[in-house]
């Protein structure tokens, strides 16, 4: 049976979360609650001779990022319930001090797999960051698992 919901939901952004800048003090404290030492994330003055000329977050600091909302209203139901499947992050572009980062969700994708107890549904919500240049920060994408 051929999964039915309305496709013209796929790829329109639901939200657009706007973060206050991103400070110095918020990346060295992310670094250190994760015991980085790396000096890029951890210490200005040797950051400001390496690659990136400067202070830069740990490339998992836009996990902790969270938009106003996680699904749309309308986001289509498969099953009883649901859980977490996963996440896959890609990086682009660093993360620096005053940094003013927007995040948009959209529903990526939808699919049915078939395990030993049966179908399961998967929803993919996507989160793009970029930064106040419209740079291209990260993509997110969260699957959610529907039995």
Known sequence: MALEFDRSIIGQVFDETSFPAVTTEEIVDY?????????????????????YGGLIAPPTFVSKLRAQKFTPEHLP?????????????????????????????????IYEKTG????????????????????????????????
């Open 31 to 51: 670094a250190l609650s994760l015991g980085e030492t790396n000096p890029l994330y951890i210490d200005e003055a040797a950051a400001a001779t390496g690659p």
């Open 77 to 109: 139901k498969f099953g009883k319930f649901g859980f977490d499947g996963g996440r896959d992050l890609e990086l682009y572009t660093p993360v620096r001090p005053g940094d003013e980062l927007v995040m948009l969700s959209t529903i990526h994708d």
């Open 116 to 147: 030993r107890t049966g179908s399961m549904y998967f929803i993919v919500i996507r989160n793009e960051v970029r930064n106040q240049k419209g740079e291209k920060v990260a993509v997110i994408d969260h699957r959610i698992m529907q039995r």
